[in-house]
């Protein structure tokens, strides 16, 4: 314990040594604010104070050596043994302390003492750090009452918030301090435990069935600020990279669970039925939950250790459950009251839905908590893509929305504070109790909200659809699907709460193809995200899943449409429908069969090829729409959805036939695995973006003005200052240096390959490696071989080469394009003698009709139309002329 390090000598000297009248003068002085203590200064230029006015012998004291003894003091009774008003007489110092500071700037004696003393500054922080710690102790020996509770959460506060008195006001200030004391560590633990407590006590009082009046509901209003603004002070400093890291390697809180139970007790903090119309308890407890839920965010994306390996190395993985299911809780609730658009209420209630799928979003991406979601939280995404259409678009593919969350920080007032909880043990009691200001810091714009919320959906599909060989267990393979799948059967307004009215789903009958024609608007609808809000990757993934859907659903329908041929005749099939057997992937054969491809690109490794040509994704939308068309066409026609038919088990049961053996082999997985080593790396955690375009923007045009600032560590210190002012998130001059270095290897290796590139699109990306590119062009460039491995044909052409494709009959550009092959057959086409070029078609003029636009060469292999195409190589792969080509 802290207290064993200050001797029991030292205490009773202290306590000897301190003037008899010190103890009168903080209890009468610390009820005057700083304005009072002010204007008497002024008036007496000894410096010297009267703090018993109006009894017969005034006396006074000298501030300068008042403030010198103070904290010394104050240690020295928290050390001694318990007594009744001891916590009141310290909570009394510290509000005075605090008034104290206030007025340095006013007076020069004060700011020499105060700030300028080192020892004394050491001495004010052992003693917030005693205090916590003591605070933050297991105190089961003298039970609580209301009123020393509220006593022990304002304390807990005060403490924390009179650093800004004597250090800064500057969080960034304080983390540098903080973390070169040597008892950093203790203070970090004892200061999440001390809010732990003062949220247990608060939870306590909630659940305590009472006839309420209007002094208790205030008790529990105040109750509620001080604790969130206890809490808010560990957010903020868990803002920095440097502390979180700090948190994330002490064992106490991580490896013991001690930030989990803090995140479990607030999660679980309930509104009984006598505070359901208290709209500021209400508030305070939604934004303690959205701060917590971003603290934990913080604390699993750190890079300085594996926080949940951690806690499960030390055997509390059922803690980080407990989390998990608090967190698919307050998805269900968030997504239930996004399906319908509510008024924002009048009191900001915090980030908390978006904070649960930013939370969501990273441990859905951790192998110790996936396969919980898997089970879970793909029946509650099925039942929102169950909604009708236009409920659809109006939560997930807008940007403009009726409602958004609000978040907002409180502004916490100590002297206020300590003055409320003080007068209840005094014969100064108020009646009316204190109110905070709140400070709104929305500093996302609505389309900004709506786009973070819609792109969180897509990476929480990604990550639980994408299988990882050799850290993933093969029963997991296409599991989430088969969830998702199976949770279309439940009725989705008992997945989805009612809290609103209003809200509608797609028919039973009409579900499958509901559900298809959702995906199909959100594929669409996240091809604007991209590369802000998201990472081609994450929609590589999403389309693998919808195309995964639309051929399961497609063989569920033949299935259906083959039952009532059998149930119209009678039971009696013919030759040719006894040859039509169900199609069953468990099969070697079937493995075997190069035209039975229903995983497609599941795996990881799969999807990294396909990123090569990740402008198709043009195409792929255009597809998309019309596949949209054609399913909303002829849903009308069909009874029952097949999805919604048979039992769950048999639905289940059917799937897991059909994808067991949907990939063609360990063989296939083992090669790629070898061709991309770092994989399991990546998966395990995936880089995110934290600087935004304003943010690119400003650093690009300073980079023009010197290039070579990676090299000067005060301008990396500057901008890393000033880039934190545009954004969410603080930019350390580390992750500035690292994003330096990394965009200058990436252009290196561009230069290397293709010659002098500029860099027109910065990623943003803090993490250890660029993102790639987003224009086709730039991904023809990376897949140009080199110059000796494919020598240039008379006519010019080069494999890799940027083409754009003439329809000289009507004196039109069609569209623009790779070369992929230059020589040899293709499909019975001799390339050379012909005078053609196999390309691969990347953007066509008029999108809109490309499907059924008919392609020279055609044939029943390659196809007839670009649609056909596409069909055949998932990709618009044609025969060109090459004089119908520029380049």
């Not at 008034?99 to 050491?122: A, F, I, M, W, Y």
């Not at 308890?281 to 839920?293: E, H």
């Not at 008024?343 to 799928?357: I, K």
């Not at 999807?607 to 596949?627: F, P, S």
């Amino acid at each position: 314990m802290f207290g064993k390090k200050i001797d029991k000598a030292i205490t009773a000297s202290i306590t000897a040594d301190t003037p008899k009248h010190l103890v009168a003068a903080v209890k009468s002085l610390q009820w005057r604010n700083s304005l009072e203590m002010h204007k008497i200064l002024k008036e007496h230029e000894d410096f010297c104070i009267c703090y018993n006015p109006g009894e017969e012998s005034p006396k006074k004291i000298n501030v300068e050596k008042m403030v010198g003894m103070l904290p010394l003091h104050l240690v020295a009774v928290l050390m001694t043994p318990e007594r009744d008003d001891k916590f009141q007489y310290l909570l009394s110092g510290i509000r005075l302390l605090h008034t104290l500071c206030d007025l340095t700037s006013r007076h020069p004696k004060l700011e020499q003492v105060l700030l300028d003393d080192v020892k004394l500054s050491g001495q004010m922080i052992d003693l917030v750090i005693a205090t916590i710690v003591v605070l933050g102790g297991n105190r089961k020996e003298r039970c609580y009452l209301d009123h020393e509770s509220l006593l022990d959460s304002t304390l807990v506060a005060s403490c924390l918030y009179l650093l800004h008195g004597f250090i800064s006001p500057n969080y960034q200030d304080l983390v540098q301090v903080l973390l070169v004391h040597p008892r950093v560590d203790v203070f970090i633990d004892a200061s999440f435990g001390a809010v732990h407590n003062a949220v247990r006590s608060l939870n306590k009082k909630l659940l305590t069935r009472r006839r309420l009046g209007a002094s208790s509901v205030g008790a529990v209003s105040f109750h509620c600020q001080q604790a969130e603004a206890a809490l808010q002070f560990l957010h903020s400093l868990c803002q920095h990279k440097l502390f979180r890291d700090r948190v994330a390697k002490n064992k106490e809180l991580c490896g013991n669970g001690g930030v989990l139970m803090l995140a479990q007790s607030i999660l679980s903090l309930a509104i009984t039925p006598e505070y359901v119309g208290e709209v500021v308890i209400i508030a305070s407890i939604s934004r303690m939950k959205a701060k917590v839920l971003s603290i934990l965010q913080h604390l699993f994306e750190a890079e300085s250790v594996s926080f949940l390996d951690e806690v499960a190395r030390a055997g509390n993985l059922h803690l980080a459950k407990t989390i998990a299911s608090e967190v698919l809780k307050l998805l269900r609730v968030g997504l239930s009251i996004a399906s319908k658009g509510t008024a924002s209420p009048q009191y900001p209630m915090g980030f908390v839905l978006l904070n649960a799928m930013r939370l969501a979003d990273v441990l859905t991406d951790d192998s110790n908590l996936r396969s919980f979601f898997t089970k879970h939280l793909s029946i509650v995404l099925s039942a929102v893509f169950c909604l009708s259409h236009g409920d659809f678009l109006s939560m997930l593919c807008s940007s403009e929305l009726s409602s958004r969350e609000d978040d907002a920080t409180l502004d916490y007032d100590l002297f206020t504070s300590a003055g409320w909880v003080l007068s209840v043990f005094s014969s100064f009691s108020q009646s009316v109790t204190a109110q905070f200001k709140l400070s709104f810091q929305n500093n996302l714009t609505m389309a900004s909200y709506a786009h973070q919320r819609t792109s969180l959906v897509i990476k929480m599909m990604a990550n639980l659809h994408c299988f990882v060989p050799n850290l993933c267990k093969e029963e997991d393979r296409n599991s989430f699907i088969k969830n998702f799948m199976s949770g279309m059967q439940k009725d989705p307004s008992s997945i989805l709460l009612n809290i609103l009215p209003g809200r509608s789903y797609t028919p039973v009958a009409e579900r499958g193809n509901g559900v298809w024609r959702n995906l199909c608007s959100l594929l669409l609808h996240a091809q604007s995200l991209l590369p802000n809000a998201l990472i081609a990757e994450d929609l590589m993934l999403l389309r693998v899943f919808s195309d995964q859907y639309k051929e399961l659903l497609a063989e569920l329908e033949k299935n259906e449409v083959q039952t009532k041929d059998i149930q119209g005749t009678g039971g009696n099939l013919t030759a040719k429908q006894q040859r039509k057997k169900p199609l069953n992937l468990n099969n070697e054969e079937a493995s075997d069969n190069s035209d039975v491809r229903v995983e497609g690109a599941t795996t990881k490794q799969d999807v990294n090829e396909e990123m090569e040509i990740v402008e198709r994704l043009k195409e792929r939308d255009a597809d998309a729409n019309n596949l949209e068309t054609s399913g909303s066409d002829t849903s009308s026609n069909r009874g029952k959805s097949p999805v919604d038919r048979g039992e769950d088990g048999e639905l289940v049961q059917n799937m897991s036939k059909r994808f067991k053996g949907s990939v063609s082999g360990e063989a296939k997985e083992d090669e790629r695995a070898e061709a991309y080593p770092d994989f399991e790396k990546q998966r395990k955690k995936r880089k995110r973006s934290i600087m935004n375009d304003d943010q690119t923007g400003m650093i690009e045009k300073a980079l023009a003005a010197e290039p070579d600032m990676q090299r000067n560590a005060a301008s990396i210190q500057s901008w890393a200052d000033k880039l934190s002012q545009e954004g969410s998130e603080v930019i350390t001059a580390s992750q500035l240096k690292n994003w330096l270095n990394n965009r200058k290897a990436k252009l290196a290796r561009a230069n290397k390959q293709t010659g002098p590139v500029r860099d027109n699109n910065s990623s943003g990306d803090l993490a250890e490696s660029p993102g790639e590119e987003n224009t086709w062009q730039q991904a023809a460039s990376s897949r140009t071989p080199k110059t000796g491995d494919n020598p240039m044909r008379p006519d010019g052409l080069r494999q890799g080469q940027q083409v754009t494709l003439l329809d000289k009959e009507i004196g039109d550009e069609i569209g623009k394009g790779i070369v992929l092959s230059t020589d040899g057959e293709w499909y019975g086409l001799n390339l050379e003698t012909r005078k053609l070029c196999v390309v691969d078609v990347m953007e066509l003029r008029g999108s809109d009709l490309w499907s059924t636009m008919t392609i020279p060469y055609g044939s029943d292999d390659v196809g007839r139309t670009f649609g056909e195409a596409k069909s055949r190589f998932g990709v618009m792969r044609v025969a060109w002329d090459v004089n119908k080509l520029q380049y």
